[in-house]
Nanobody, 121 residues
Framework: QVQLVESGGGLVQVGGSLRLSCVGSEEIKYIDTMAWYRQAPGKERELVGA???????VYPNSIKHRVTVTRDNAKNAVYLQMDNLEVGDTGVYYC???????????????WGQGTQVTVSS
């Protein structure tokens, strides 16, 4: 059974840092590129950053200087380091394949519960 368990979110102040963790099922290590996504209230889900097993990365230009995605395949884990947090970083953060769709259950894309990040001023 596919599993994606995100953790590490919480309430932080503007300018602070946060490290999120995603622990998945064993198949995660075989997904070439894993990513972090986020969804703010009333907005569409967006890519935060992605990391390939070969070392390649994908970061939106608007956020690339503040985020780093790393992987530890021995632990089936994907991490997101965020620095210099802004109020606009508030949202629910999810991990998944990049692009989405590699992890499915009963023919549908699988998404975990996510972890809430709230940045206050």
């Amino acid at each position: 059974q596919v599993q994606l368990v995100e953790s590490g979110g919480g309430l932080v102040q503007v300018g602070g840092s946060l490290r999120l963790s995603c622990v998945g099922s064993e198949e995660i290590k075989y997904i070439d590129t894993m990513a972090w996504y986020r969804q703010a209230p009333g907005k569409e889900r967006e890519l935060v950053g992605a990391k390939a097993n070969g070392g390649g990365t994908v970061y939106p230009n608007s956020i690339k200087h503040r985020v780093t995605v790393t992987r530890d395949n021995a632990k089936n884990a994907v991490y997101l380091q965020m620095d210099n947090l802004e109020v606009g970083d508030t949202g629910v953060y999810y991990c998944n394949s990049y692009p989405p769709g590699r992890l499915t259950v009963d023919g549908r894309e699988f998404w975990g519960q996510g972890t809430q990040v709230t940045v206050s001023s």
